[in-house]
């Protein structure tokens, strides 16, 4: 009697946390998610990672139309490697984090382009500048979580990034490679058996 | 006079020395002034054009030691003390060594900061470390110990030449010098 009901108990528990999971966004893995961008000074790429972000996705590779993601990064949070750099992209010809804390993506729509390939389009802000931006990414799912990847490129000029003696594109190009890698824990439970 | 041209350096070797002075000084004081230069696009460029001056560097000193191997270099003069010749040729190696060895330090640093070396913003070298800010200041400390050493032992060598040129009154300054086909006496 004991057995049955503990039983009972545990499948309701399960089926309420299958509920509440499907309604809600994905539980972002931070620790094991990146965001970086890669820009080009003079032909050398240099990699520089945003530390902190927070991220809301809803996707179901079975139905990607319905998937919605929201992003935002903590642009106080770049670093590329150098403290003096750092800093510097900190000021206001770079991110100007002080009047611009954060850049924002919001996914308008996804779908699908074959071959286990997807694509968010939605607007994309920085610096108090919108442009829409398409990014293609993998979707992969792992034991207990899934794990999206890709990688887009936008033009910092076009969100004023680099002002002054930076906008000369001869030094630092214009397009700047965004990547992303982003877990998420399962969306179902793994059933245990 | 017919021994004349053995008692020079071969053309090659002349030049081979000469081109690599003039960069291995333009990369040591570019190097010297750009460090403490604030961020600009401008300093962004000296290093790119610091690290294409030490690839530069050490694939020409690979060509001067095949040449210099495979072309003996003219005796000293018979009167200069043993100690002197054995000085000259340990300062001579070292300075050889560094000369290869300065650039891949350079390049390992580079790696270790995360900025690739990209020769002449063109040929991209693979990096050999990954992204390791402690490492790469170990390497720093390497790259600047090993220049400043280089830095000494070019001074004793030029110091030694002068000597010879001006005091001793002998080839072996003249020996290493282009565009002269006879010492003026």
Redesign the interface.
């Known amino acids: 009697m004991r057995g049955s009901l503990s039983g009972l108990i545990t499948a309701a528990g399960v089926l309420l946390l299958q509920v509440a999971t499907l309604a809600a966004a994905q539980t972002v893995l931070y620790d094991k998610s990146r965001i970086t961008c890669v820009s080009r000074q003079e032909n050398v790429p240099v990699e520089a990672q945003f530390r902190k972000f927070t991220a809301q996705i809803a996707f179901d590779p079975a139905r990607p139309e319905t998937g919605k993601a929201q992003i935002e990064i903590d642009l106080d949070s770049f670093d590329i490697g150098f403290d003096e750099y750092n800093n510097d992209a900190r000021g206001k010809n770079w991110f100007d984090v002080r009047n611009f804390p954060r850049a924002k993506f919001v996914s308008s729509s996804m779908r699908a382009l074959g071959g286990g390939k997807f694509e968010a389009r939605g607007p994309l802000t920085i610096k108090g500048k919108t442009n829409e931006v398409a990014a293609p990414f993998t979707y992969k799912e792992e034991p207990g979580s899934g794990v999206f990847e890709g990688a887009f490129s936008i033009k910092r000029l076009q969100y004023n990034i680099g002002e002054g003696v930076w906008k000369d594109t001869s030094t630092v190009a214009d397009e700047v490679q965004i990547r992303f890698r982003i877990v998420v824990a399962a969306a179902k439970p793994a059933a245990k058996k | 006079m017919s021994n004349a041209a053995s008692t020079r350096y071969t053309r090659t070797a002349i030049a081979l020395h000469w081109l690599m002075f003039v960069l291995i000084a333009c990369g040591f004081s570019l190097a010297v002034y750009m460090v403490d230069l604030p961020?600009?696009?401008q300093k962004?460029?000296y290093f790119?054009w610091h690290k294409w001056i030490g690839v530069t560097v050490f694939l020409l000193a690979v060509a001067r030691l095949a040449w210099r191997l495979t072309h003996p270099s003219p005796a000293l003069p018979a009167t200069m003390p043993l100690w002197q010749q054995h000085a000259a040729a340990v300062n001579l190696v070292a300075l050889y060594v560094l000369i290869l060895v300065i650039p891949p330090t350079g390049w390992l640093y580079s790696s270790a900061?995360?900025?690739?070396?990209?020769y002449l913003?063109?040929v991209?070298l693979p990096d050999l470390l990954g992204?390791d800010?402690a490492l790469a200041e170990q390497l720093k400390l390497v790259h600047v110990t090993l220049n400043f050493t280089m830095l000494a032992l070019v001074i004793i060598h030029s110091a030694a030449a002068l000597k010879h040129h001006l005091v001793d009154r002998d080839d072996v300054l003249w020996r290493m010098l282009p565009f002269i086909k006879l010492r003026g006496k």
Not at chain 2, 113 to 118: A, D, M, R, S, W
């Open positions: 961020l600009s696009p962004l460029k790119s900061t995360g900025v690739p070396t990209v913003g063109l991209q992204r800010k």
